[in-house]
């Protein structure tokens, strides 16, 4: 199966930055998309951003020119740079990805614990 290991979340001031990070682990034949989802409290889970293997992005309107993406194949790890936060960013983020574990025949869909992001003075 693949492991999805989310850090970087915290406390962060209006205005600030945060970086968030994401290792994929386990027995993996093939990653695909990944992205970052966040769900704030008494909201539906929605998507932040969204990256190809091939590296096309698409991002939420919420966080466009606020937010970047950023994966490394070599070593199957995601990354998120957001900027001038802003207190409605407050979530968990959960990191995601479509990925075939070995030996399988499909894709399946793989979710991280998730890291809590809060944007207060």
């Known amino acids: 199966q693949v492991q999805l290991v989310e850090s970087g979340g915290g406390l962060v001031q209006p205005g600030g930055s945060l970086r968030l990070s994401c290792a994929a682990s386990g027995s993996i034949f093939s990653i695909n998309a990944m992205g970052w989802y966040r769900q704030a409290p008494g909201k539906q889970r929605e998507l932040v951003a969204v990256v190809t293997t091939g590296g096309s992005t698409s991002y939420a309107d919420s966080v466009k020119g606020r937010a970047t993406i950023y994966r490394d194949n070599a070593r199957n790890t995601l990354s998120l740079q957001m900027n001038s936060l802003k207190p409605e960013d407050t979530a968990v983020y959960y990191c995601?990805?479509?990925?075939?574990?070995?030996?399988?025949?499909?894709?399946?869909?793989?979710w991280g614990q998730g890291t809590q992001v809060t944007v207060s003075s």
């Open positions: 995601n990805t479509k990925a075939v574990p070995l030996g399988a025949r499909s894709e399946y869909n793989f």
